[in-house]
């Protein structure tokens, strides 16, 4: 087991790190350069039944904060991932396949067909995706998200994860974790996607900066730090038989050790990794060995949850 070593559902990692699912993963050549590069898995683009191109462009943003975005879900459509996942070495790097069904039914679709090509590809369940007009976020609506993930349990029927968005009240974070925990295949919760439906002003063209949605989009990165921490936190604390991917605001081995602190066994980057390309993630890499070394922790999982409170 080496400094950087990571595991989660009882898969070994060369290192906690991976994209954030709509970076770097639409196309087989952008999985390619993460499979190439020195992150430890990779996960796909969100995919649907059918392929989609997508909200009109500008739909994504970099701001001196982070960046928006409003991509609206292009993809290839979820044979096309599926089709990666069954030529991947799996044994190299894990994959992820992150699914975002427009309805339960297509979900139940994929789920049926990943299940059935029996490969070991890892889904993430996106309950979060903010983007598609007219379709609010399952994950907001805890009776549609109880429904979901009872279907996927009986559908896919073996562990699972789900990608979740951002909560901001307590009574939020106990609900959605009622409802994840009635779910024992529920075995990882990725936290979190973007914060959605924000607004960036450009103030010399008095303008919005993407086109969709009259210029709301998904904001992340140093924007997303707190948030993102406090919901790797509180799942953390609330579901003990699950695992924690952390994702939002990482840009450096800083971020990365505070969601592991946090309770993270993986880490996500979606801003800085669009900012800086695939090679970000050996850097990342070394920044966190520096870090866990000179905390005194063996490897990444020996930091997880260790966040003091005063
Ligand atoms: C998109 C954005 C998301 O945050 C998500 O979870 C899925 C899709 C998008 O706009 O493509």
């Known amino acids: 087991m080496s400094l950087l070593s990571a595991s989660l559902l009882g898969i070994e990692f060369a290192n906690p790190l991976l994209n954030a699912s709509g970076v770097h993963c639409r196309y087989h050549d952008e999985l390619d350069a993460l499979f190439q590069s020195a992150a430890g898995s990779l996960v796909t683009k969100s995919c649907t039944l059918a392929p989609r191109t997508g909200n009109p462009e500008p739909r994504y943003a970099a701001t001196p904060l982070g960046s928006i975005n409003s991509m609206g879900l292009p993809n ?53 995706c903010p983007n598609v007009p007219g379709k609010p976020q399952i994950a907001y609506d805890f009776e549609a998200m109880d429904r979901m993930l009872e279907a996927a349990s009986r559908v896919y029927a073996q562990p699972f994860g789900v990608k979740m968005p951002p909560y901001f009240d307590i009574a939020h974070f106990d609900e959605a974790a009622a409802v994840l925990n009635r779910y024992p295949l529920v075995a990882f919760v990725t936290c979190i996607n973007s914060i959605g439906n924000a607004l960036v002003i450009d103030i010399e063209h008095e303008s919005v900066v993407i086109r969709p949605k009259d210029g709301f989009g998904g904001i992340g990165g140093d924007y997303v730090l707190p948030t993102a921490l406090a919901n790797v936190n509180a799942f953390h604390r609330r579901c003990p038989a699950k695992e924690i991917i952390g994702c939002g605001g990482v840009k450096s081995g800083a971020e990365v050790f505070m969601h592991l602190l946090a309770g993270a066994s993986l880490v996500q980057v979606g801003t800085a990794l669009q900012e800086e390309g695939p090679g970000i993630f050996a850097r990342l890499n070394a920044e966190l060995a520096e870090l866990l070394a000179r905390k005194g922790y063996a490897n990444p999982q020996a930091a997880r949850g260790k966040l003091r409170t005063l």
């Open 76 to 128: 290839e459509g979820y044979p096309y991932y599926l089709d990666y996942a069954q030529r991947h070495d799996h044994a190299a790097k894990p994959l992820f396949m992150s699914v975002a069904g427009l309805t339960l039914d297509d979900n139940m679709q994929m789920l049926a067909a990943i299940r059935e090509a029996a490969r070991p590809v890892i889904v993430e369940l996106n309950l979060s």
